[in-house]
């Protein structure tokens, strides 16, 4: 497999928005497959309205680069070996809240994005997300 089904989107769907629920994060939730199109999308009742286009920019920066987005992010600081990445592929997000999904193979299938809460909550999500999706 590819891409991430379906299914697997909407299992990683639920699993943020129980999470996010949880602990009271109100939360843009967004699965891309590996050519990072939106594959599901859910913005919770009253998440912040800015934070809907970070997510989906999460989710596209984690199944682009495979990497965290705060891996990428730490690659990307001036006078590392990444720095200006953040300007390419039409805008990228560098700080927490976006992770690869991985197959059970170790293939990137796609991305999970968060964004409404605090980079510590959207980082946790996005694992709590990208878990779910296999299984």
Do not use: C, H
């Amino acid at each position: 497999m590819r891409d991430i089904l379906a299914d697997g989107a909407e299992a990683v769907i639920a699993a943020v928005r129980k999470k996010a629920t949880e602990i009271g994060a109100l939360s843009n939730i967004a699965v891309v497959d590996s050519g990072a199109n939106l594959k599901a999308f859910l913005r919770m009742d009253d998440a912040l309205l800015g934070s809907l286009d970070v997510s989906i920019r999460k989710a596209r920066t984690a199944a682009l680069f495979g990497l965290a987005t705060e891996t990428l992010g730490e690659l990307a600081q001036p006078g590392a070996p990444l720095y200006g990445i953040d300007s390419t592929n039409g805008g990228l997000i560098l700080f927490g809240g976006g992770a690869p999904i991985v197959n059970a193979e170790g293939a990137v299938i796609g991305g999970v994005g968060v964004s409404g809460s605090t980079v510590e909550n959207d980082t946790m999500l996005s694992a709590v997300g990208a878990a779910a999706a296999n299984g």
